[in-house]
């Protein structure tokens, strides 16, 4: 079956429930959240009352909660170590949202690997690896590490790359991919070749180890390290080329999460992205008539 969902808030007040209800109002049947401002690191304490209210509205929803994403905040960075403190704060913020993830029974989490800073991509793979040891396998929770756009330092923006990070931590169980197509296409892997894409991850990684899809148009063309997602259909990667890697069957029961900007920075344009993706039929005024609330 076809999970698709998108990026949801997690408010300090409806917690889970409040997610959950805001993927049902896009037809969403699957989601991601940050368990706060994905910015920061301020976290309020996860609600159970909240939780199992969510967990019987999925039940009555018949929802599949077992693929449901967290994503770690931005600003933990593993790479680099240069200050200790901050890169003590990274590992214990870290192991903490597994703490947060293990509550909610979420099983996956989705990180980024960093940025180097200037010590370079060897150090860099070496101190992801080293934080990662310290965590993994303390909970039933697998960190999916996210293929990157190669903006700045970012480390992770090649299979290879991501391979040598893997190849270092202890608890592989744990530990898997989320691709993210418009990071892809933005350190240059041709998504509308995505067949190929996959062969030659399954080559490197292994295609079992892909936990997660983020889909997303990008604003910019192949291999231009920027990382600007745009909403589907309106970038360089294309309507058709997105939902066939979307429908692709070598990747069916694996979520599929959209993180498309908000329309004027005002209209979540979720819902009409999922049903335009459902009807596998582009709709070139779409955001027009998001804008326009006309929809
Ligand atoms: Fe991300
Ligand atoms: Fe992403
Ligand atoms: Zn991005």
Known sequence: MLLLGCHVGFKKDTQLLGSLKEALSYHANTFM???????????????????????????????????????????????????????????????EELERCELLGIRYLVLHPGSHVGLGVDTAISNIAKGLNMILGTHPVTILLETMAGKGTEVGTTLEELKRIMDLVDDKEHLGVCLDTCHLNDSGYDMSKFDSFLDQFDKIIGIEKIGCVHVNDSKNP??????????????????????SIIYNKRLENVPKILETPYVDRTYPPYKYEIEMIRNKKFDPNLIDKIKEQVL
């Open 33 to 95: 959240f940050y368990t706060g401002a994905p910015q920061n690191t301020s976290r309020y304490p996860i609600q159970d009352g909240l939780t199992l209210e969510a967990l019987t509205l999925m039940k009555q929803e018949k929802f599949d909660y077992s693929k449901v994403v967290v994503h770690a905040p931005y600003i933990i960075n593993l790479a680099n170590d240069k200050d200790p403190d901050k890169y003590k704060f990274s590992v214990s913020f870290l192991q």
């Open 222 to 243: 192949l291999g231009t390290h920027k990382d600007r997602h745009e909403n589907i259909g309106f970038g360089t990667i294309g309507f058709d080329t997105l939902v």
